[in-house]
């Protein structure tokens, strides 16, 4: 099992940018594929970015690709989410999430979950 601790989240202005950190702990960061994900109000947990073990790939959900970047650190065992652009509808809370899984994609296939950092956005 590996922990995970998001922090970063706060209000911003629309048009603004955050950077979201997750930091690891517990067992070997490096060995995880890390995911990005997001919770509004009412709403299911969806998917929003991911990067395998290496950083060789990144994948992104089709509402966030050209504003959202995610990248990490395996020698600080962190992960980041860079957001630009803010929108209101990105209001929600950010979650991290750790797997082995190649569903990087599918909120299922992530074990290990930080406890999320709330991100709003104001018009």
């Known amino acids: 099992q590996v922990q995970l601790v998001e922090s970063g989240g706060g209000l911003v202005q629309a048009g603004g940018s955050l950077r979201l950190s997750c930091a690891a702990s517990?067992?070997?960061?490096?060995?995880?594929?890390m995911g990005w994900f997001r919770q509004a109000p009412g709403k299911e947990r969806e998917f929003l970015a991911a990067?395998?073990?290496?950083?060789?790939?990144?994948y992104y959900a089709a509402s966030v690709k050209s504003r959202f970047t995610v990248s990490r650190d395996n020698a600080k065992d962190t992960v980041y989410l860079q957001m630009n652009s803010l929108k209101p509808e990105d209001t929600a809370v950010y979650y991290c999430?750790?797997?082995?899984?190649?569903?990087?994609?599918?909120?299922?296939?992530?074990?290990?979950w930080g406890q999320g950092t709330q991100v709003t956005v104001s018009s």
């Open positions: 517990g067992r070997t960061f490096s060995n995880y594929v």
């Open positions: 999430a750790a797997t082995t899984s190649i569903r990087v994609s599918q909120r299922s296939a992530y074990g290990d």
């Open positions: 990067i395998t073990r290496s950083s060789g790939n990144t």
